[in-house]
């Protein structure tokens, strides 16, 4: 089977190769196995799993006989009755469909997407089970072909043209790769760089993917879909400041808004391959490529290193702290300071080869 070019030799991916045999060994031991469900917010967390919605939290009471809460309870009566119809005749919907049906009703889209959020906690179910979809707006490139729940079949591509994320990752049938590793890309200016650089090709077989920024649901299920499927090494392209880490956590751990859903959307196997903070340092960028610090940077690092997580990567919380110390960030694009093509030809196939993630 070929689905993209051929690239570098074998040796190439030895690295790759053993740290997929240390992924394989762990997911053996039980490390993937699933959490029992719990209830809504204040979240913990879990090394194997992420976030995960505490056993014992305070709940709230919507009642029909109050004035606080009668609409409220209205407007879930409604959505709760058009998930009724959607199961009932086996179709989809997206939020923004349920929205414009009674947008009167509802006045805005941020009270459909609350209550929809609501229901699948309480229900415990995860959304698609409501048969209610989010709108993708990420992107697949690469070595991977699949059948969609219609019968279309996808065969992405290493070409400039990326695949974008179905909505329905859960209808994704028979999917095939030959790949070595998924690359996740915080940006889709640096994504579609890598593309035009034909830096899927060269480092074929591999898979890239973006959820252009903070990741929609549908790019997480489709990255954690691709990790149970196949075992192969995620590992995460950011910027090097506050908000690209930010970024990495939600992929690995999730986020306090979906934590009671976490165990369907994070995969703890993340690696961060860069752009590292030590990086910085280790190839001179220039003090004019980088970026102060702002107040708003400095308090979500400082809520990042506090988070129960940091303590399980004593690498990560150094990087963080060299960051903090250094009081500047750099954005991926700095690179180009080395040369216009440095992040494709020479950054990341060497950070592949000798095994420069944490």
């Given at each position: ?33 699933t959490p029992a469900r ?42 709760l009755s058009m998930i ?232 990560w919380k150094k990087e ?39």
């Open positions: 089977m070929a689905l993209a070019p051929m690239g570098p030799e074998a040796s190439f991916f030895d690295a790759l190769d053993r740290h997929r045999a240390s992924l394989l060994a762990m997911v053996k031991k039980g490390a993937g196995e719990a209830t809504r917010v204040p979240s913990r967390f879990e090394d194997a799993f992420g976030l995960q919605m505490r056993p014992q939290c305070t709940t709230r009471k919507i009642k029909s006989d109050s004035l606080r809460s009668v609409r409220k309870f209205a407007l879930i009566l409604k959505i009724y119809k959607l199961i009932q005749s086996n179709t989809y919907a997206t939020k923004r469909d349920i929205y414009y049906t009674e947008s009167q009703l509802f006045r805005n889209q941020a009270a459909v997407d609350s209550i929809i959020d609501d229901i699948s906690c309480m229900l415990k179910v995860p959304r698609r089970s409501l048969h209610v979809l989010s709108t993708s707006k990420g992107l697949i490139a690469g070595n991977l072909r699949y059948v969609e729940e219609d019968g279309t079949q996808v065969q992405c591509m290493c070409s400039a043209t990326a695949t974008a994320v179905p909505s329905n990752i859960q209808g994704m049938q028979n999917l095939v790769t030959d790949a070595k590793f998924l690359l996740i890309v915080e940006k889709d200016a640096t994504f579609q760089r890598l593309l035009d650089d034909n830096f899927c090709s060269r480092m074929s077989p591999c898979i890239m993917v973006t959820g252009k920024g903070i990741p929609d649901l549908n790019t997480r299920l489709l990255v954690k879909k691709l990790w149970d499927t196949f075992h192969i090494p995620v590992f995460t392209l950011v910027d090097a400041d506050p908000y690209g880490i930010e970024i990495m956590c939600i992929y690995k751990y999730g986020s306090m808004s979906m934590s009671f859903e976490a165990h369907n959307l994070t995969v703890p196997a993340i690696r961060w391959l860069g752009l590292l903070p030590s990086d910085i340092k280790r190839l001179n960028i220039p003090k004019d490529s980088l970026i102060p610090l702002t107040r708003r940077d400095q308090m979500k690092l400082d809520s990042i290193l506090r988070r129960p997580y940091i303590t399980y990567h004593p690498f963080m702290e060299m960051l903090a110390d250094s009081k500047t960030k750099a954005e991926i694009q700095a690179l180009t300071f080395l040369s216009s093509d440095y992040l494709s030809r020479v950054y990341l196939p060497n950070k592949l080869r000798f095994g420069g993630w944490i």
